[in-house]
């Protein structure tokens, strides 16, 4: 467990970060004052690293994510964004967006890892933000070989030019899955690994990037720790990285579910606190969309957990 939380040229994280994918209406509609009310709970409970991304309700959650902590003093906190995507206007909307947030179709997203890409995505983040700076820059999704290659060959240089001048304190990737985060782990200097949905109770798969993470002197943040809601409450009707869970994953589940009821432990905590236990991971981000979640997420993240569960785990 590591408890140097520090990143980058100075970046300070929390054990938990605040993921603000949930308020930028992912699958479901948030109000604005619930929204707000979740990162003010989040800020009461001592969280003070907060990440968002164009993507997240096209726009959506970085405006209510700067809205929220507007006021609040600048160095008290540090947020995450991430480019790749650029946000264009649509002149004539029609319908809601189609990429899992509900929110009108006002804007198409446009691919784009280049140099100039970066800038602009930065630029446009700042105002929807209306934060002078941005903390750490993320990389958000180069899965295609084209998205990686223009990834490591024309955004990671223009965003560390922007770490060298000071202006963003850290570089990193924020991805779904392992390959491409160890490319650029093993081919640039990057900062951090934002990795979701791949290092849980569940899904081990990351433990070859967080191992060689600790080698590199490379930080990850684990995002994903539920696997799309599963590790809350697993039934037949969960979902799993998105779909439907599959029969021998939702078995694996319940299986974990009753070693936890066997000591006391809600499935949950057990979810929230297994990625703090390797030494490569910073923060462990929380996609809580109301005051009630965050509240819960914090309570399971500082519960007691006996060392027979991490044992039969």
Known sequence: MSTDRTIGRGVELTELSYGAAGI????TVVGDDEARAAVDA??????????????????????RLGAALRG???EEFVVSSKVGRILEPVADPVGFDDQGFAVPAAFRRVWDFSGDGVRRSIEASLERLGLDRIDTVLIHDPDLPSHAEQAIG?????????????VIGAI????NQTAIPLRFMRDTDIDVVLLAGRYTL???????????AVARGVSVVV??????????????????????????????????????????????????????RHPAVKSVLIGARSAPEVLDCVEMARLPIPDAVWAEV
Not at 202 to 212: F, P, Q, V, Y
Not at 226 to 253: C, H, M, R, W
């Open 72 to 74: 609040r003093p600048r």
């Open 202 to 212: 569940l899904d081990r798969s990351g433990a070859e990037l967080l191992d060689e």
């Open 223 to 276: 995002g994903g720790v539920f696997n799309s809601g599963l590790l809350v409450d697993p039934k037949p009707s969960s979902t799993y990285d998105y779909a439907a869970v599959p029969p021998e994953i939702l078995n694996e589940a319940l299986r974990l579910k009753g070693i936890c009821e066997q000591h006391g432990v809600p499935l949950r905590a057990a979810a929230l606190q297994f990625p703090q």
């Open 172 to 175: 990193g990737v924020g991805m």
């Open 24 to 27: 930028g209406n992912l699958f």
């Open 42 to 63: 989040a800020w009461d409970a001592g969280i003070r690293a907060f990440d968002t991304a164009p993507h997240y309700g096209l726009g959506l959650s970085e405006r």
């Open 154 to 166: 024309e955004a990671f240089p223009a965003l560390a030019k922007l770490r060298s001048e000071g």
